[in-house]
């Protein structure tokens, strides 16, 4: 079996960063919802 996770941190932050969250409003929904729970990292 080949190992399939191979981290990149630039991809990391293209596909789940704070900035990408921030330019839908579905992403804005999920800051919203993780400021309202109380996270102490909103995104990547």
């Known amino acids: ?13 293209k596909t789940h960063g704070f900035l990408v969250r921030q330019k839908t409003a579905g992403g804005k929904k999920v800051l ?11 995104a990547v």
């Open 32 to 42: 919203a919802s993780r400021r309202q729970k109380g996270r102490k990292k909103l």
């Open 1 to 13: 079996m080949s190992v399939t996770y191979q981290p990149k941190n630039r991809k990391r932050k």
